[in-house]
């Protein structure tokens, strides 16, 4: 996997919408901050601008995230903020100067699909807080963001869950949005999970989806040779009136309960305060355990 230069001061960072709208006064923060740490910034086209939802057409969309992808002073793009719409575009994205000079591509959620997208083209991307949240995380989803950005090592130690798996594994990091990831199946943005560490979050979704997406993901095997499971938050889960009958956690159980690869749950990443910056790509340890979970970027 080819990983982008790890920034030093002074290098430029470009904050586009691929999705959802977005104010100049919303990502003011993250501007901030990233002056913050001796960084420029340069602010796309679509940030203010307003298509319903979107943040701008889907051609306005496109042409921002290509003009930032083709600039080869552009050192990271940081996308904005989820929602939906990312995956309206990347079919229009053109990535040949990207692979003259890549850059770090920043994000989660509905940015999985970017993610996945240049996974599959062979590049290091990187899931993460983005500019809307930085006013509401955590120090720690900061602090792990700068380290992956300059080139600092990353790794994780989380308490045990009692629904952990235990067991150690290496492999590819890769993952992302469950929904997201749902919805790429059978497009070429879709992940090849063997011999790999697959990271899942969702927000706001019926328990009785995850099971639809999970049995779906099953059926085309992303569990068959899987070396290891990360899960994240999995916020806001809904149920009916007649109740499904298990939590989020209970159905991934059910699901990985033949699989002979650890499991970890509740780790800080996601849609969650807690958000921990994540290398998708990069080689990782992981080591679970009854104590703790440890994750080591190689």
């Not at 469950?178 to 059978?186: F, P, V």
Request: charged residues 20%; aromatic residues 8%.
């Amino acid at each position: 996997m080819i990983q982008p230069k790890y920034l030093q001061k002074n290098d430029t960072v470009a904050i586009v919408s691929t999705a959802r709208k977005i104010s100049l006064a919303e990502i003011q923060p993250a501007i901030e901050l990233l002056k913050s740490w001796g960084l420029k910034v340069i602010v796309g086209e679509t940030i203010g601008l307003e298509a319903n939802q979107f943040a701008g057409n889907d051609a306005q969309r496109t042409s921002d995230f290509q003009r930032m992808l083709d600039n080869p002073t552009i050192k990271a793009i940081w996308c904005a903020r989820g929602g939906y719409g990312t995956v309206r575009i990347v079919d229009g994205l053109d990535f040949t100067e990207f692979k003259k000079h890549p850059k770090w591509i920043v994000g989660y959620s509905d940015i999985t699909v970017l993610h996945s997208q240049l996974h599959n083209l062979g590049y290091k991307t990187l899931h993460a807080t983005m500019p809307l949240d930085i006013e509401k995380c955590s120090d720690e989803s900061q602090i792990s963001l700068k380290k992956v950005l300059f080139g600092e090592s990353l790794n994780y130690e989380i308490a045990a869950s009692s629904a952990n798996k235990m067991g150690k594994a290496s492999g590819e990091l890769i993952g992302g949005n469950l929904s997201i990831l749902y919805s790429l199946l059978g497009s070429n943005s879709s992940l090849k999970t063997d011999g790999k560490i697959l990271f899942i979050e969702d927000l706001d979704e019926y328990l009785y989806h995850i099971d639809r997406m999970l049995m779906n993901l099953k059926r085309n095997g992303y569990f068959d040779n899987l070396n290891g499971l990360i899960i994240g938050g999995m916020t806001d889960m809904n149920d009916n009136a007649i109740p499904f009958g298990k939590n989020a956690h209970e159905i991934i159980l059910d699901f990985a309960a033949e699989c002979d690869f650890p499991i970890v749950f509740n780790f800080p990443a996601g849609h969650l305060t807690d958000n921990r910056a994540l290398i998708l790509g990069r080689n990782v340890n992981l080591e679970v355990n009854e104590k703790k979970t440890n994750l080591i970027f190689l």
